[in-house]
């Protein structure tokens, strides 16, 4: 096709003016437009013609229209507007790709809810931080997660921070941060331990991480993986050998061990300690369920040598067992655990010994 309009194109057009002959004009009025080689009155000319087809009953038209000046520069803004404010097939490309857009028309874009024309924002080219901030505050999780993937947007830590809070439970949002080429330090350690393995092992191989975070998250999935060994051996046979290979091995952490029972993992809890703290299985269980005792349980994490800093969670546990009677075997672990954080934190506010990091620390160890 011949990009240059000439005297054949508006005779054609005269006399059928249909939808591709319309396409067709706008095509070659915008490359006219862009080219630079236009007269003052030729531009005027064409920005008119601009005026008449955004105005186009035919959404085709209009496609086409918007198709050939995203890559323009300096519209007029009444033309940008009708471009903007008409139906998503029309406007999603211009707003996605139109430079020039005003900080204005942008947050007008946002601020109309439609899901679609936010996305479109969400997408563009060297994203403003302020911009990404405001989609951050205002938006769904559709919107800010299609922002977090966006790797020319500027996201600054603040606005990470937003992110996070507001939607915590989102495995896309965690997916699309990690993803990320680079994502701040602070951030990492913020959201680390409600990932996946698959995010954590991505999140090892393919960012500069501390060597204290990367071993910690190393850690933390030979942790999970361990405990799901547990989950499918149902005899005491099988998981006491399972602990003594993790014994015998340097494997049997205090961090492991706690988790497990956070997790309702009652007999990994109970062999551990056996073999920890050189205690009989049979006089464990009768301690860790005497509920006058509770000195005695300390004397036997001590005894195995579980920081002081972990006892809040072993209590916890043992409560949410103790109250509903939880069978390891026929309960989801997930929410098990989400019991044991509430009895933690409920644990926190009583006024007992337990600062603020502590439960942040305590709750990462069992996510």
């Known amino acids: 096709m011949n990009n240059k309009l000439n005297e054949e194109d508006i005779v054609t057009l005269s006399k059928n003016p249909n939808a591709v002959n ?23 000319l064409a920005e008119d013609i601009f005026r008449i087809l955004v105005k186009d009953i035919e959404i085709k038209v209009r496609e086409a229209l918007s198709e050939s000046l995203k890559t323009c520069k300096n519209l007029p803004s009444d033309i940008v507007k009708e471009l903007i404010n008409d139906v998503d097939s029309v406007s999603m ?80 949002i965690k997916k699309n941060m990690v993803y990320r080429s680079e994502l701040p330090v602070a951030i990492i350690e913020k959201i680390v331990h409600t990932l996946s393995d698959e995010l954590l092992r991505h999140l090892v191989l393919t960012h500069n991480l501390p060597n204290d975070i990367a071993c910690d998250i190393v850690e933390q999935v030979k942790e999970k993986t361990t405990l799901k060994i547990s989950e499918e051996y149902s005899s005491d046979k099988k998981i006491e050998e399972l602990i003594h290979e993790l014994y015998t091995s340097n494997r049997l952490t205090a961090s492991l061990v706690v988790r497990a029972i956070c997790m309702g993992d009652l007999k990994f809890f109970e062999y551990a300690l056996v073999y920890l703290s050189n205690t009989p299985i049979l006089e464990v269980r009768k301690i860790l369920f005497n509920n006058s005792m509770d000195f005695m349980v300390r004397n036997l994490l001590r005894k195995a040598y579980i920081p002081k800093s972990m006892f809040p969670a072993v209590f916890s546990a043992l409560k949410v067992i103790k109250d509903i009677r939880f069978d390891y075997k026929k309960n989801d672990s997930k929410s098990f655990a989400h019991k044991v954080i509430e009895r933690i934190l409920s644990y926190g506010s009583a006024g007992e010994d337990l600062s603020e990091d502590d439960v942040n620390y305590l709750i990462s160890k069992i996510c």
């Open 22 to 44: 319309k396409s067709v004009t706008a095509q070659k009025v915008s490359a006219l437009y862009k080219s630079g080689q236009i007269s003052s009155q030729a531009l005027n």
């Open 93 to 172: 490309p211009f707003i996605k790709y139109y430079a020039d857009l005003s900080q204005e028309d942008i947050i007008s874009i946002i601020d109309s809810q439609n899901l679609n024309k936010q996305k479109a924002v969400a997408m563009r080219n060297g994203l403003a931080e302020n911009i990404s901030h405001y989609i951050a505050e205002n938006c769904s999780e559709d919107v800010v997660g299609v922002l977090v993937s966006n790797e020319a947007a500027h996201i600054k830590e603040n606005t990470y921070n937003v992110i996070v809070d507001r939607f915590p439970k989102s495995e896309t």
